[in-house]
């Protein structure tokens, strides 16, 4: 794992993504909890249930931006000088008997702007303890900290959890401390925190493997190792992106930027830009947890890159 980069976000630097917050205008501070935008996809049921917004400094965002995009796309990003929101954008997911939510979220345990899944589902009708199957794309802590309540239990008491083989066999490493460069070990004491609370219930899947019927893993390792996506049948298809394209401007419009916390650059690039061409391609359906709610809509070929088409 030596091509693994040590640009995760240090305290200070996640700090300082709080502090900005308070310059923010005040549009992007509204509360989201009556948000809950509804579709079909197939014979999926879909409810995109917010979690709050998080903000990142740009150095996150896009640290090869340079002075003058960086400027542009903070503006239109509704940004203030050197940090932007990023949405938490929850599908949840009614098919057959089962009621799926994909990632929890990042519970009290990131920014204090986000965290409010549970608050959101009861707000949408959605009781927690009916959830039947949680799926984690990735054991970041804005995907994984919802997984325990401030109370120490699991939110979704009875729910069985997916994760992809490779991010349990990364993150639960018990040699993390020589293993990993010292600014992941926080990340890593959250994975094994998280993850670990659901030993007992959980199945490892592979690229292929399906969740539930129509549901099927995709392989978008970079972002972390054992990265992954969910591919939808119905319609043309349709893909649950997570982190695999982390924003709705930048992703679609720079596909060869790096992010800040990709920690497998070239890896997640690679696998971005294959995403997001074969969406454009196959005019797959997206939805993508950290853009603009609800995140839902199309990518379209745009001059020599493309351009992310909100459907709502
Ligand atoms: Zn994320």
Same mark, same amino acid.
Not at 134 to 151: C, E, I, R, Y
């Given at each position: 794992m030596s091509d693994i980069i040590s640009t995760g976000p240090s305290r200070r630097q996640l700090l300082a993504g709080t502090a900005a917050f308070a310059t923010l205008p005040a549009w992007a501070q509204y509360a989201l909890a009556q948000q809950a935008y509804r579709f079909k996809q197939g014979e999926f049921d879909i409810t995109v249930v917010s979690d709050g917004y998080l903000t990142l400094p740009a150095d996150i965002i896009m640290p090869t931006a340079n002075a003058q995009e960086r400027a542009e796309l903070l503006k239109r990003l509704g940004g203030a000088a050197d940090s932007a929101p990023m949405r938490t954008n929850i599908p949840v997911i009614r098919v057959g008997s089962d009621l799926i939510v994909v990632d929890t979220g990042s519970g009290d345990k990131?920014? /204090?702007? /986000?965290?409010?899944l549970v608050e959101n589902l009861k707000a949408a009708g959605i009781d927690p303890a009916a959830v039947t199957k949680v799926v984690f794309t990735h054991a970041h802590p804005d995907h994984s900290g919802g997984t325990l309540g401030k109370d120490g239990k699991l939110a979704f008491p009875n729910a069985a959890y997916y994760v992809g083989a490779a991010e349990w066999q990364f993150w639960t490493n018990p040699d993390y401390r020589t293993a990993m460069p010292e600014p992941l070990h926080e990340f890593a004491r959250g994975a094994q925190r998280d993850l670990f609370a659901v030993k007992d219930r959980v199945t490892l899947v592979k690229p292929g493997d399906e969740i539930v019927s129509g549901m099927r893993v995709l392989d978008t390792a970079g972002h972390t190792p054992g990265h992954i996506s969910l591919e939808l049948a119905g319609g043309s298809g349709m893909i649950i992106t997570a982190d695999a394209?982390?924003?709705?401007l930048i992703s679609f419009e720079h596909p060869d930027w790096r992010f800040g916390f990709d920690m497998q650059s070239d890896l997640a690039i690679a696998n971005r830009k294959k995403l997001v061409d074969r969406a454009a391609s196959e005019r797959l359906r997206l939805l993508g947890y950290h853009w603009t709610y609800p995140g839902v809509g199309f990518a379209e070929r745009s001059g020599s890159g493309f351009r992310f088409v909100a459907e709502a």
């Amino acid at each position: 794992m030596s091509d693994i980069i040590s640009t995760g976000p240090s305290r200070r630097q996640l700090l300082a993504g709080t502090a900005a917050f308070a310059t923010l205008p005040a549009w992007a501070q509204y509360a989201l909890a009556q948000q809950a935008y509804r579709f079909k996809q197939g014979e999926f049921d879909i409810t995109v249930v917010s979690d709050g917004y998080l903000t990142l400094p740009a150095d996150i965002i896009m640290p090869t931006a340079n002075a003058q995009e960086r400027a542009e796309l903070l503006k239109r990003l509704g940004g203030a000088a050197d940090s932007a929101p990023m949405r938490t954008n929850i599908p949840v997911i009614r098919v057959g008997s089962d009621l799926i939510v994909v990632d929890t979220g990042s519970g009290d345990k990131f920014q /204090a702007t /986000a965290g409010n899944l549970v608050e959101n589902l009861k707000a949408a009708g959605i009781d927690p303890a009916a959830v039947t199957k949680v799926v984690f794309t990735h054991a970041h802590p804005d995907h994984s900290g919802g997984t325990l309540g401030k109370d120490g239990k699991l939110a979704f008491p009875n729910a069985a959890y997916y994760v992809g083989a490779a991010e349990w066999q990364f993150w639960t490493n018990p040699d993390y401390r020589t293993a990993m460069p010292e600014p992941l070990h926080e990340f890593a004491r959250g994975a094994q925190r998280d993850l670990f609370a659901v030993k007992d219930r959980v199945t490892l899947v592979k690229p292929g493997d399906e969740i539930v019927s129509g549901m099927r893993v995709l392989d978008t390792a970079g972002h972390t190792p054992g990265h992954i996506s969910l591919e939808l049948a119905g319609g043309s298809g349709m893909i649950i992106t997570a982190d695999a394209a982390t924003n709705h401007l930048i992703s679609f419009e720079h596909p060869d930027w790096r992010f800040g916390f990709d920690m497998q650059s070239d890896l997640a690039i690679a696998n971005r830009k294959k995403l997001v061409d074969r969406a454009a391609s196959e005019r797959l359906r997206l939805l993508g947890y950290h853009w603009t709610y609800p995140g839902v809509g199309f990518a379209e070929r745009s001059g020599s890159g493309f351009r992310f088409v909100a459907e709502a």
